[in-house]
């Protein structure tokens, strides 16, 4: 028999899943509810645990935070989070964790479904919320 001869089955697609939906995001700055700051007792951090202990400063957490729809199912996702950051932590050093908690998320979603083109590649301001 010739493969022309030969009747070709016909098998039906899977059906597509409707992609994740991006509702939100937030990059949530928030007192760090278990602070460690042990490492501020060593020698050479004297005067910056006197300056803790007098409240000059306080240890804050990080993260990136979604809304997102997943199967018609809503969900909040988040990067891990960075905890015991210095809220008197320079600019810069602030701008490099919120950047790299969103990266964190940002990966996540695409894995989840997210399309690319609702994920910006950066942090914009008015996603920071600052939590007490």
């Given at each position: 028999m010739s493969l022309l001869a030969q009747r070709r089955r016909v098998v039906a697609a899977p059906a597509r899943r409707p992609p994740a939906e991006l509702r939100q995001?937030?990059?949530v700055v928030e007192s760090d509810p278990d602070p460690d700051a042990s490492y501020l007792e060593q020698d050479e951090f004297e005067n910056r645990l006197a300056a803790y202990k007098r409240g000059e400063f306080e240890l804050q957490c990080v993260r990136a935070e979604a809304e997102v729809v997943i199967q018609e199912?809503?969900?909040t996702l988040?990067?891990?989070g960075l905890?015991?950051?210095e809220s008197d932590s320079d600019d810069e050093y602030f701008d490099e964790i919120v950047a790299k908690e969103w990266e964190t998320l940002r990966a996540v979603l695409k894995t989840v479904g997210v399309p690319t083109e609702q994920l910006p590649l950066d942090v914009k301001r008015e996603w920071?919320?600052?939590r007490t």
């Open positions: 995001v937030r990059i199912i809503p969900q988040t990067s891990g905890y015991g950051i920071i919320e600052w």
